[in-house]
């Protein structure tokens, strides 16, 4: 078979490929489009598809972020600051060993199934026995962990973050459905499977306030629930839609991990730089002051959903690209992200003293020094979001992974010095800085790797995608 290469890329994919039982030849990679879409015969269907994508992610990111902030407000509320710092700890551990074993196959999985290097069989195949092996790896490695890391807390506490690494291989596979269909470039089916678990979580836990039986115990049992939710729905939505087969072919697994291996580099400095703060925090303060500051930090990465479903649509159009286009695809998005940072950022500032008190509750008054400093951070990671995908767009997924393996160095040198001193304060500064560090340093990289260029990314070009506006005009 025939080998092409994306340009800047060191990925080669199949020249003709099958795609859902039917051959792709003499296709090019830009514009081929799943067989549910039909390629767009005009500049202003072209325009349509475009913010159709973007309409639909940006509200699929606005659900989860919703959810994700209702489900933090009732959790908080019922379990207070105390209750809601063994929360985190609780979770974050199997959490960091998700993220530690995934390889990076959920992107791997976008990335294949848009290039058409395969066929949704042969992913989903690929996929489901690599997910077994994962899951096993996770459950043996976040037993040990929780062990030791939860060993000054209560019985109860060590028990439930036992029970939570076992569910490990649950949260594993139930994002792998989403990632096929966000391949095909169908975010509708794509932000429904994301939505389920949060969904669940909060139908849970707001029957939970209602009937006076918040725990603990039922709190974790809610949101491990929505996970098994999101297994069955994705793996029934695959199975009706998409009909694959079992079809095993000895090249889609080394593909996928390839692709995997480098974007779980940027995965993990990704996910410890933006967790290791609350990782420490853990082992070292009192559950109340671990409670304040997740509080803060749940506030103040409000301001990311845009960002985050703008990164989102970049990277699954931008796979599917030219060189240039996908250029300009990156630059739109950072120009509308970097829009609403600054608006809803500022806003944010002011409204925060009164948001924690009237949503939150008072107990949870220490939260808003934190959430004010980690608030330029939070427009960090937003813009980081936009270059990542892109990065990842471009064909090069690992190297967002040296600016955030420099930032991660910053946060640690920082936590060691400042969190004895200042607690979860001192935690919210450091985090702050690395954020801040991490952006300027792949800004630096985009430019000189990448070819994106500083003005590209802040003034629209000729051929830049559309905004909503210009299309509707």
């Known amino acids: 078979m025939q080998l ?21 030849a003499d296709m090019s990679i830009e514009g081929t489009l799943p067989t549910s879409e039909k390629m767009p015969n005009s500049p202003r269907a072209a325009k349509l598809a475009f913010v159709k994508h973007y309409g639909s992610t940006t509200i699929g990111q606005g659900l989860l972020l919703g959810l994700g902030t209702l489900t933090g407000i009732l959790a908080a509320r019922m379990l207070g600051p105390s209750g809601r710092g063994e929360y985190a700890a609780i979770i974050i ?12 196959i959920n992107q791997a999985i976008t990335f294949n199934i848009g290039r058409r290097a395969f066929t949704v069989s042969e992913v989903a195949t690929a996929v489901s026995s690599i997910g077994l092996i994962q899951g096993a790896v996770s459950v043996v490695v976040g037993l040990i962990a929780v062990h030791f890391a939860l060993a000054k807390y209560s019985p109860t506490v060590q028990h439930l973050g036992s029970i939570f690494a076992l569910f490990t291989p649950v949260l594993i596979l139930s994002g792998n459905p989403a990632n096929l269909f966000q391949g095909m470039q169908d975010p509708l089916r794509f932000n429904i499977i994301r939505v389920a678990p949060a969904l669940t979580y909060l ?8 009937t006076h039986h918040a725990n603990l115990t039922s709190v974790i049992f809610f949101q491990l629930l929505g996970y098994v939710v999101t ?7 695959v199975w009706h839609i998409l009909k694959p087969r079992w079809q095993w072919n000895a090249l889609t697994i080394p593909s996928l991990i390839h692709f995997g291996f480098r974007a779980q580099a940027t995965n993990l400095t990704n996910y410890f730089n933006q967790r290791i703060d609350q990782l420490v925090l853990s082992l070292f303060v009192p559950p109340q002051q671990l409670g304040f500051y997740v509080v803060a930090v749940t ?16 990277f699954a159009r931008g796979s599917g690209q030219h060189l240039e286009d996908a250029k300009a695809t990156i630059g739109h998005s950072f120009r509308a992200s970097l ?15 009164m948001l ?5 509750g008072g107990a949870f008054s220490g939260s808003i020094l934190a959430c004010r400093i980690l608030l330029p951070g939070a427009l960090m990671i937003g813009l980081n979001q936009v270059l990542y995908n892109g990065a990842s767009a471009l064909g090069r997924p690992g190297l967002p992974s040296c600016a955030e393996g420099a930032s991660m160095a910053v946060t640690a040198i920082g936590l060691y010095l400042l969190v004895p001193r200042y607690g979860y304060i001192g935690a919210a500064i450091v985090s702050s800085v690395a954020y801040t560090f991490s952006f300027l340093l792949m800004l630096g990289l985009s430019h000189r790797l990448l070819g994106l260029k500083f003005r590209d990314l802040l003034v629209r070009g000729k051929d830049s995608p559309p905004t909503l506006m210009g299309v509707l005009k």
């Open 4 to 24: 092409i290469k994306h340009p800047e890329s060191d990925d080669t994919v199949p020249a003709a490929s099958v795609f859902n039982g039917q051959r792709l």
């Open 93 to 104: 551990w199997p959490m960091a060993i998700v993220g530690l074993v995934a390889l990076g």
């Open 203 to 210: 139908v849970g836990l707001v029957g939970l306030y209602f």
């Open 231 to 237: 297994l069955v729905l994705g793996v029934t939505m």
């Open 299 to 314: 506030l103040s990465t409000v301001v990311t959903v845009f960002p985050q479903a703008a990164g989102i649509v970049t």
């Open 339 to 353: 829009i609403w940072l600054l608006i809803c950022g500022s806003l944010l500032y002011m409204l925060c003293p």
């Open 356 to 360: 924690i008190r009237l949503v939150f």
